[in-house]
């Protein structure tokens, strides 16, 4: 299946500072989603948006729909302990139906101490 | 957090055996999805459901059946395993299949020896 470009891979990082990560693709898509994966558990979803130019805060967690429809960032501020994991990105392509979701290969955020 | 669960967490079986996962749901969602996720490969979609009875194939369902006999089960079968489906496998749910949202699961660990 399609893949998004999900960057960067890896992020290292001191507490307290801002981060930001993205997914692009040459395709359109309907829906992005934003996950954090923490070891040995599973996804838990962040954010949602459905409109192109959506802004939508979460906390210290902000995320915007593309203009374009073929990008979507995920911004976190002032970093804590907590926020370390794995972010992945997610699409619903337009015209896509019941078998979903494209996914990003995620942004492992590392906090140093 | 979405009612989810999946049984068993961690199972190690040896090659040829079959497997069977299960994955249960207490939202009355009517999607239902099966992914593998290994590094280096991101989440991979299995199997899907559309509703009770009915399934469809994902991007790398060889070696892999499923069967919803109920809104709320999802089971995942291993014919007859082998080491390459050595994976974490998570279960997702979602209410749509338009702009949908998929909640996961927390993810059974299968090592085949």
């Known amino acids: 299946g399609q893949q998004l470009n999900q960057s960067p891979q890896s992020m290292f990082i001191q507490e307290g500072e801002d981060v930001s990560m993205n997914c692009t693709s040459s395709?359109?898509?309907?829906?992005w989603l934003w996950y954090k994966q923490d070891p040995g558990e599973g996804p838990v979803l962040l954010i949602a948006?459905?409109?192109?130019?959506e802004l939508t805060s979460n906390g210290r967690l902000t995320a915007q729909f593309g203009i374009t429809r073929k990008d979507s960032f995920l911004n976190i501020s002032a970093s804590i302990p907590s926020d370390v994991g794995i972010y992945f990105c997610?699409?619903?392509?337009?015209?896509?139906?019941?078998?979903?979701?494209?996914f990003g290969k995620g942004t492992h955020l590392i906090i140093q101490p | 957090d979405a009612g989810i669960t999946q049984s068993p967490r961690h199972k190690v079986t040896e090659t040829g055996t079959p497997v069977t996962l299960r994955c249960h749901q207490t939202?009355?969602?009517?999607?239902m999805y099966w992914y593998r996720q290994d590094p280096g490969h991101g989440l991979r979609l299995i199997h899907y459901?559309?509703?009770?009875?009915?399934?469809d194939k994902g991007e790398v369902s060889d070696g892999y059946s499923v069967s919803r006999s109920k809104t709320e089960d999802f089971l995942l079968t291993l014919e007859s395993a082998t080491s390459s489906q050595t994976s974490v496998y998570f279960c997702?749910?979602?209410?749509?299949?338009?702009?949908?949202?998929?909640?996961f699961g927390p993810g059974t660990r299968l090592l085949v020896l």
């Open positions: 997702a749910i979602s209410p749509t299949s338009v702009q949908e949202t998929q909640y």
């Open positions: 395709s359109i898509f309907n829906t």
């Open positions: 948006l459905y409109k192109a130019g």
């Open positions: 997610a699409g619903q392509l337009v015209g896509g139906g019941a078998d979903g979701l494209t």
């Open positions: 939202e009355n969602h009517r999607y």
């Open positions: 459901s559309y509703g009770v009875k009915d399934t």
